[in-house]
């Protein structure tokens, strides 16, 4: 089945480590976003791509990571800066960047500090 | 960035129509108007888009004021599945990065 996978679907992680969360998709989408949500809020923008090889910051990327080397994959790393690391990431994808098409998400992944 | 204003909470009853508000005052020309839902520890859900013309698809309708300042998602007729949070969010046309969603309306269906 097409569609979008985020892996683990909970992970704990200690004070000062760094930890990676996985996105992988197989409908050949161009862009790729990352999201962080918060309990009762909405979705924050972390990083993006638009295309492989390349991806920009978003709206709250301090202390977090990306790279987009293959066309299907889109890991967030998540690094010891991150001041308040515990939320529940969403990966997304579209099969271009911007407004004209809709946006498919993953289950998301849970992370809590411990 | 454009923001969008949405009604924190909505009731409706089973099988009648709901009507979630939306207002973007500072939309400009090239955002495109999106609708997600998400149910709790769920990822969102693609509910609808347009543009400017009303649009209609199998989950629900969306009516765009002639403006463009405000537009409304209708659930023709609401069963108990589609309780979710509902969000309204502006995605330019072509920059991936510019799209914001706020705190959505909470949906609540009574049987």
């Known amino acids: 089945d097409g569609g979008i996978t985020q892996s683990p679907k909970y992970l704990f992680r200690k004070e000062g480590q760094n930890v990676t969360l996985s996105c992988e998709q197989n409908?050949?989408?161009?862009?790729m976003y990352w999201y962080r949500q918060d309990p009762g809020q909405g979705l924050r923008l972390i990083y993006y791509?638009?295309?492989?090889?390349?991806?920009q910051k978003g709206d709250i990327a301090e202390g977090y990571s990306v790279s987009r080397e293959k066309k299907e994959s889109f890991p967030l790393t998540v690094t010891s800066a991150q001041k308040n690391p515990t939320a529940f990431y969403l990966c997304?994808?579209?099969?271009?960047?911007?407004?004209?098409?809709?946006?498919?998400f993953g289950q998301g992944t849970r992370l809590t500090v411990v | 960035d454009a923001k969008t204003t949405q009604p924190n909470s909505m009731e409706s009853n089973e099988e009648e129509p709901v009507h979630l508000p939306c207002n973007h005052s500072t939309i400009s020309g090239t955002d495109y108007i999106h609708w997600y839902r998400q149910l709790p520890s769920q990822g969102p859900e693609y509910v609808i888009h347009g543009l400017t013309s009303n649009v209609n698809n199998r989950m629900a309708s969306l009516a765009i004021a002639e403006d463009r300042k405000s537009s409304t998602l209708i659930l023709h007729r609401a069963t108990l599945r589609d309780a979710a949070v509902y969000y309204c969010?502006?995605?330019?046309?072509?920059?991936?990065?510019?799209?914001?969603f706020g705190d959505g309306t909470t949906l609540t269906v009574k049987p």
């Open positions: 409908l050949n989408h161009d862009a």
């Open positions: 791509s638009q295309i492989v090889n390349d991806f």
């Open positions: 997304a994808s579209s099969i271009r960047p911007g407004g004209t098409t809709e946006a498919f």
């Open positions: 969010i502006l995605r330019m046309n072509t920059n991936a990065g510019k799209s914001t």
